[in-house]
C-alpha cells in the first residue's frame, strides 16, 4: 500500500462520530522527531509527557492515555516497538511500557521512503492534518509537534483518491451572508473598505468528520473566536447561547471581556429565514469538542 493511502487509512476506533485521533496526534508527533532526528527513537517515558500533553489540548474532552497509540500504531505497519527484551510492544499498560524501557520510532520501510523521498514526509502530515483537524489548528499542531512543512514540502500534492472529499467554496459566503458579516459570538464586523476582515466561516462538526459545507452546520466567527471555538474553549447550547469551558484561565481585562463574557450570551444572529446551527452538529461539538464545564453567566 503506497504510504499516503496508508497515513489516511489508520485503523481508529470509531462511533457517531466520536474523535480518536491518538494514531494521528502519535504519527505527527514522530514526523516531527524524525524531521529533526531521522536515526532517534521515542522512548515512552521520555516522551509520554509530551503526547498526553497533545492529547489533552488535540484531543476529545474524555481523559485517555498515550499508551493506546504507542501500542496499536504498530499494526497499521508505519510504527515498531522494541523494549530491553527484543522487538515488540509489552502492550497498553503504561506501567508496562515504562519498566520495559519500551521506545518507538517510524517503520523501517517508512524511514527508508522519507529518506529517499523528502517531500513525503510533508505530504504526509498534510493528509493527517486535513483529515482530523480542522484548518484553525494546523499552524499550532504543527508547532507542537516541532513539525517544519515549509521546508518538508515542495510542488502539489493532494489527498489518495479513496480519502478525497471536496469543499463547497461557497459556504464562506453563504454562512458570513446569513450572520450577516458580524461574529456570531461577540459582533464585530470589522472591513477594510468593503472587504470583511477577521471573519472566517467555522465549522460546527469538523469538515474531518463529516461535518457538512452548509449554514446549518456554520458560523460566523471573528478569527479569536473560531481559534477558541476550535479548541473547545467556547460552544454553543442548546438555546444558541454561548457556552464557555470552566477549563479557560485569564486574568487580564481582554480575558475577562472577550472570552469570559462571553458565557450565556445569546448568538448574533443568523438573519431572519436563514437556518441556525442544527441540534445534530451542535450536540457533535459538546460532546467531541468542548473541554469541562460550561461557566455560569457574569451578567450582573
Known amino acids: 500500500m503506497e504510504w499516503l493511502e496508508r497515513t489516511a487509512q489508520l485503523r481508529q476506533w470509531t462511533r457517531n462520530g466520536t474523535r480518536a485521533p491518538h494514531k494521528p496526534l502519535l504519527l505527527l508527533y514522530a514526523l516531527g522527531r524524525f524531521q529533526q532526528d531521522a536515526s532517534g527513537e521515542l522512548r515512552y517515558s521520555a516522551v509520554e509527557e509530551d503526547l498526553q500533553r497533545l492529547l489533552t489540548e488535540y484531543g476529545p474532552p474524555n481523559r485517555t492515555t498515550p499508551a493506546y497509540p504507542f501500542h496499536h500504531l504498530v499494526s497499521d505497519g508505519v510504527w515498531e516497538v522494541r523494549t530491553d527484551r527484543g522487538p515488540g510492544s509489552p502492550g497498553t499498560g503504561v506501567r508496562e511500557l515504562r519498566t520495559a524501557v519500551a521506545a518507538g520510532r517510524l517503520a523501517p520501510e ?23 483537524f480542522p484548518p484553525s489548528l494546523h499552524a499550532d499542531l504543527c508547532d507542537s509537534v516541532g513539525l517544519e512543512l515549509e521546508t518538508a514540502e515542495t510542488g502539489s500534492w493532494q489527498l489518495p483518491d479513496a480519502v478525497r472529499r471536496r469543499r463547497d467554496p461557497r459556504m464562506r459566503e453563504r454562512v458570513l451572508t446569513a450572520y450577516e458579516y458580524r461574529c456570531a459570538f461577540c459582533g464585530y464586523d470589522g472591513r477594510i473598505g468593503t472587504v470583511p476582515v477577521g471573519l472566517e466561516a467555522a465549522h460546527v462538526r469538523w469538515w474531518a468528520f463529516d461535518g457538512p459545507d452548509d449554514v446549518e452546520n456554520g458560523l460566523c466567527l471573528c478569527s479569536l473566536h473560531h481559534k477558541l471555538f476550535d479548541m473547545g474553549v467556547l460552544g454553543i447550547d442548546e438555546d444558541h447561547r454561548v ?35 442544527a441540534a445534530i452538529h451542535r450536540a457533535w461539538h459538546t460532546s467531541q469538542v468542548f473541554h469541562d464545564s460550561p461557566r455560569p453567566s457574569t451578567a450582573a
Open 243 to 277: 457556552l464557555v469551558s470552566q477549563s479557560f484561565v485569564g486574568h487580564s481585562p481582554a480575558a475577562r471581556e472577550h472570552v469570559i463574557a462571553l458565557a450565556d450570551r445569546p448568538l448574533v444572529g443568523p438573519q431572519p429565514g436563514a437556518h441556525p446551527v
Open 110 to 132: 517508512l524511514r527508508a521512503a522519507l529518506r529517499r523521498e523528502p517531500t513525503l514526509l510533508g505530504r504526509m502530515a498534510r493528509v493527517l492534518l486535513d483529515l482530523h
